[in-house]
């Protein structure tokens, strides 16, 4: 059944695209395209600040703070040596590396806290003497430590622990 007002659509549609060459009696052939754009990044990094970025304040040039924090030579027994708590609140990265010096195997093990009073256990990794070893948090809590201990009773090592973070300064 003819349809005039679905004529007149599909005319205006044949105007507003491009269309190929056609005889009188046939239909053009129609080009569309549903490509989209890429969409942009909400966050762009550029290498070297500008001064007109920092005065519009815009989001193109992250200041990045490291922190760094190193406990060496530290004694660790058959019973758990806490390290002090680590404010991780503000820090967008952070992890701990854990060489073990000594010749006794020890356990290292990231405890993370609301209140610097109790604790939880979060990533625990066994060290072989002369090793090192990075642990990342997998939760989130305000607070963070590092606890060594060796595996066997009677026996002692020595560790250095690096706590390593970053976050931003904006």
Same mark, same amino acid.
């Given at each position: ?9 599909? *005319?205006?549609?044949?105007? =507003?695209?491009? /269309? ?10 129609? =080009? ?6 890429? &969409?942009?990044?909400?966050?762009? /990094? ?25 406990? *060496? ?23 701990? /590396? ?5 010749? /006794?195997?020890?356990? &290292?093990?990231?405890?993370? =806290? &609301? ?7 979060? +990533? ?11 642990? +990342? ?16 009773? =009677?026996?002692?090592?020595?560790? *250095? ?6 976050? *931003?300064?904006?």
């Amino acid at each position: 059944m003819f349809d005039p007002s679905r004529t007149v659509y599909l *005319n205006r549609l044949i105007r =507003s695209t491009t /269309a190929t060459p056609h005889a009188p009696n046939e239909l053009p052939s129609l =080009s569309i395209s549903s490509h989209k754009a890429p &969409a942009k990044p909400k966050f762009l /990094a550029c290498k070297k600040p500008t001064k007109k970025c920092h005065k519009k304040k815009k989001k193109c040039c992250p200041k990045l703070t490291f922190t760094e924090r190193s406990y *060496n030579d530290i004694p660790v027994l058959d019973t758990w040596t806490r390290l002090p708590y680590q404010d991780t609140s503000l820090q967008t990265t952070y992890s701990y /590396a854990v060489t073990n010096q000594g010749l /006794a195997q020890i356990i &290292a093990q990231i405890q993370v =806290s &609301a209140d610097c009073k109790h604790a939880a256990e979060d +990533v625990t990794v066994q060290v072989h003497p002369g090793e090192t070893v990075v642990l +990342v948090p997998l939760r989130f809590l305000k607070y963070t430590r590092c606890c060594l201990k060796t595996t066997q009773t =009677s026996t002692q090592s020595l560790c *250095n622990v690096y706590y390593q973070a970053q976050s *931003n300064s904006r």
